[in-house]
């Protein structure tokens, strides 16, 4: 029985976490849990699930939630409660679906408690993936892939030699607006960008999808979690979402993982590996209704989020991390209705360019260049 900790327990990541651990109640524990304000979303997880510990984003929150909590339940508020509970004596696994950078502090303290880690939170790695990874490697933990690209490639290379690797072909639905040009792209809104065609997923990632910079950030994370240089990440479109990324080895075979589009089957692996554990809450992937699968080049020119989050990587230092805030705050901005969606791309180009790269930023310059990134973008709109 695994002693599990998710955090973003409300959010897409986290739910479809809550059924797995359903699904498989000899496997594993919901030991505690972590979400920001949906309190609606909560309370049917805590009474179905039982945690020992339910944590919140702030004290106001931790009101509106005390008075539905019956039980044995402990509650707490605020990022420090986040960075103990992963920590814990009692905890196995920590589950790693929070949204954003918020994300950095409870991963590195799990990877220095040893904790084994499911890891979904991308941004967190774009942000600082030198020190997560640093201190991964220096704690001897693995971070088992969530993102479905990631876990693909995670089981292309089992049992592999990693020297063998020739490069990693992640591929990329192409998001809302795959089939517009760019001049198709002015005015359109975020009822359209939402409009995912393969994925149901949180809102940020969806808009992420919609310009790409998901793709972008992937590729970061790739080159954290693979320690694969940004020469050997290829990103290809993939329309139909069968194929969630490849690898190809010196010989030129080329490995595939190929599965449903379900979320919940790349979370059920990193929660059981090295193990496989039955799956059936949807049908399993029927190649014959798709009959033909598509591959297609991603522009650069048509996709620019992808292109500066390669440069962004390939430059390292502190860049990934003004990429990934400009990004997170702009994407809140469109969210909000308070700039256009070409106005995303233009936001993080305007942080890229004014920013001067510090080479091997430690924590605290990293936590600094985030918020003054974020308060400029704000600034500006
Ligand atoms: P959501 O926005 O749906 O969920 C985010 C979760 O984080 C929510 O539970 C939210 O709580 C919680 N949260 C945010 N801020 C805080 C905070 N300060 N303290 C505590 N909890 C907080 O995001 P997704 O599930 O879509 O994505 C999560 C991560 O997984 C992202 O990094 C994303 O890129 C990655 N991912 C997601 C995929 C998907 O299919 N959704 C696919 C692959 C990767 P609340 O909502 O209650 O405020
Ligand atoms: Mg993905």
């Known amino acids: 029985m695994k002693n599990i900790v998710l955090l973003g327990a409300t959010g897409s990541i986290g739910v479809q976490t809550t059924d797995i651990i359903k699904a498989h109640p000899n496997e594993f524990n919901l030991y505690a849990m972590a979400f920001g304000s949906q309190v609606e979303v909560a309370k ?151 409009k995912h065609p393969n994925w149901s997923m949180g809102a940020k990632i969806t808009i992420d999808s919609a310009s790409m910079m998901n793709k972008g950030l992937e590729v970061i994370e790739a080159h954290c979690l693979f320690d694969v240089s940004y020469d050997d990440i290829d990103v290809i479109m993939h329309r139909e ?24 089957i790349p979370i059920q692996y990193a929660l059981t590996y090295p193990d496989r554990l039955p799956y059936n809450m949807s049908s399993g992937l029927d190649l014959k209704s798709f009959g033909t699968l598509h591959f297609e080049e991603l522009s650069f020119d048509r996709f620019p989020c992808l292109k500066m989050a390669y440069e962004a990587g390939r430059e390292g230092g502190s860049l990934p991390t003004v990429l990934n805030a400009a990004n997170e705050e702009a994407v809140q901005l469109f969210l909000n209705d308070k700039i256009d969606f070409l106005g995303i791309e233009q936001a993080i180009s305007d942080q890229l360019e004014q920013h001067d790269t510090i080479q091997s930023p430690g924590l605290d310059t990293i936590l600094q260049i985030d918020q003054e990134t974020r308060e400029r973008v704000r600034q500006r709109y």
């Not at 004290?59 to 814990?88: C, F, M, W």
């Not at 004596?89 to 084994?116: H, M, Y």
């Not at 089939?179 to 792209?185: F, G, V």
């Not at 490849?246 to 599965?259: H, R």
Request: proline share 4%.
């Open 241 to 264: 979402s069968v194929i969630h990324s490849m690898v190809e080895f010196a010989d030129q075979s080329v490995m595939a993982q190929l599965g449903t589009p379900d979320m919940r």
């Open 44 to 194: 049917p997880i805590i009474e179905e699930l039982k945690p020992s510990v339910v944590i919140v984003k702030n004290n106001e929150v931790k009101q509106a939630l005390l008075p539905h909590i019956t039980g044995d339940v402990t509650v707490y508020s605020g990022l420090d409660a986040l960075n103990e509970i992963v920590k814990d004596p009692s905890v196995d696994l920590v589950v790693n679906a929070l949204l954003g950078s918020v994300g950095l502090e409870p991963t590195l303290e799990a990877i220095r408690a040893r904790k084994q880690i499911a890891f979904a939170n991308k941004e967190t790695l774009v942000t600082a993936g030198h020190l997560v990874m640093e201190e991964a490697k220096r704690y001897g933990v693995d971070l088992l892939p969530v993102d479905s690209e990631h876990a693909a490639i995670h089981q292309c290379l089992r049992g592999e030699n990693r020297q063998d690797m020739k490069q990693m072909i992640i591929t990329a639905s192409g998001g809302s607006f795959r089939d517009r040009s760019r001049d198709e792209l002015i005015g359109v809104t975020k009822e359209d960008a939402l």
